[in-house]
């Protein structure tokens, strides 16, 4: 167990919705990052958080936003959904102060827009 | 732009073979992890390689790292069944103190008994 949790594991849903997953980053880190992985993309960066501020952007469409709140835990946001947008979520953590660390991450969230 | 490719990226494999899992990148970066991941699951750290030169072993996996070639490898010794999963290198940056970690394409390693 990594100590990140996600929620929720499975999201089905139609295109044009909007859709919102959640992540709480293991005890102690910091920073949280958001990647999508589908099976024509591969692993995707989309966006980093660090202590609540935004970091780095990645390949993240204006569709999609994130956020992260005082306690540190991240949602991102995916709106107006495309059957494209399917994909497996997948959020991580890391330790603030060391960048050595590697990234830990979560379960994921396996989104299916139908 | 960084990028990473890994090769190759489909391996199947013998038990009890020895196998070489490579991993270029484009532009230099401050270090390079290595990531298992089984179907449907989460990603997995295996090692972190902070510097030229660094090896890392973890049973019957061996990690290392060439800045200069820009290449890390995962070697494989003596496989066994439990080892097939996908392997993910990936390569980061810190810029003005945010990190972007880019990862491979992945290596989907079979090993057949």
């Known amino acids: 167990d990594s100590g990140v949790t996600q929620t929720p594991k499975h999201l089905i849903t139609a295109t044009g919705q909007r859709v919102t997953l959640r992540c709480s980053p293991r005890?102690?880190?910091?920073?949280v990052y958001w990647y999508q992985q589908s099976l024509d993309q591969g692993l995707q960066f989309l966006i980093h958080?660090?202590?609540?501020?935004?970091?780095a952007k990645g390949n993240i469409l204006e569709r999609f936003s994130a956020q992260q709140f005082p306690d540190l835990h991240s949602e991102l946001n995916l709106s107006s959904l495309e059957l494209g947008d399917s994909a497996l979520y997948f959020c991580?953590?890391?330790?603030?102060?060391?960048?050595?660390?590697?990234?830990?991450f979560g379960n994921g969230t396996r989104l299916t827009v139908t | 732009e960084l990028k990473v490719e890994q090769n190759p990226l489909f391996l199947s494999m013998q038990e009890g073979k020895n196998y070489t899992i490579y991993c270029n990148y484009s532009?230099?970066?401050?270090?390079l992890y290595w990531y298992r991941q089984d179907p449907g699951k989460s990603l997995e750290s295996l090692f972190v390689?902070?510097?030229?030169?660094a090896v890392k072993q973890e049973g019957r996996l061996m990690a290392s790292l060439d800045t200069k070639a820009r290449l890390s490898t995962l070697h494989i010794t003596a496989a066994v069944h439990d080892l097939s999963a996908t392997y993910f290198c990936?390569?980061?940056?810190?810029?003005?103190?945010?990190?972007?970690?880019?990862f491979g394409q992945g290596t989907r390693l079979t090993i057949n008994p």
């Open positions: 532009t230099t970066s401050d270090r």
């Open positions: 991580a953590s890391s330790g603030g102060v060391s960048y050595n660390s590697p990234l830990h």
């Open positions: 390689l902070l510097s030229n030169g």
């Open positions: 990936a390569v980061d940056r810190i810029i003005q103190g945010a990190q972007k970690l880019v």
């Open positions: 005890s102690g880190d910091l920073s």
């Open positions: 958080y660090y202590n609540g501020e935004e970091r």
